[in-house]
């Protein structure tokens, strides 16, 4: 019951275009929950069907704030288990996770790096039915490569590192 509110949260905050600040609570009171209970709270949100709106949540539409929540809201879906990883895959995430990496390490270190933990996610699942070489495949067709090498160019040149 519980899970089904904050999936109407999340429903209702992109829906109604609501403030940015609103959306912006409403991501920050869903990373925490699932920071708390991680596994169980985040398989229930992913299998009534919270992926679409947290991926809605990460495009340019939205401000930093909002898409560096939902990046992080992506992460935990990503690391909770394989079985959250492969519905996150199923609802076109590659695509979302190739994007993530699109913004300047230097400026958003936070979702470049969880971009790249989920995409090294992808690769470390043990039980997929899809084999390495598709996920390479897709991930080429997505502009992976050209996204990947400047970052990481970005992070070796990092002092902070």
């Known amino acids: 019951r519980g899970v089904l509110r904050i ?3 999340l429903h209702v905050q992109q829906r109604h275009l609501q403030t940015p600040k609103a959306i912006e ?3 920050i009171v869903v990373n925490e929950i699932i920071r708390g209970n991680v596994r169980d709270v985040c398989q229930h ?3 009534i069907g919270a992926i679409p709106t947290v991926i809605e949540f990460c495009s340019d539409t939205h ?3 909002v898409r560096t ?3 992080e809201l992506v992460t935990q879906i990503c690391m909770t288990s394989e079985t959250t ?3 996150f895959i199923a609802c076109r995430g590659l695509d979302v996770l190739v994007q993530l990496l699109k913004y300047n390490y230097k400026e958003h270190k936070q979702i470049v790096r969880n971009g790249i933990k989920c995409i090294s996610q992808v690769f470390q699942m043990k039980h997929s039915p899809t084999p390495q070489k598709t996920f390479c495949l897709l991930f080429s067709t997505l502009g992976l490569v ?3 090498m400047p ?3 970005h992070i070796m040149e990092d002092k902070d590192e």
Do not use: F, G, W, Y
Request: with cysteine; aromatic share 0%; net charge negative.
């Open 151 to 153: 970052t990481l160019n």
């Open 146 to 148: 050209d996204r990947l």
């Open 45 to 47: 949100l992913c299998l």
């Open 63 to 65: 401000n930093i704030i």
């Open 25 to 27: 609570a409403v991501l």
């Open 7 to 9: 999936l109407d949260l």
């Open 85 to 87: 990883l492969q519905m």
């Open 69 to 71: 929540q939902a990046a």
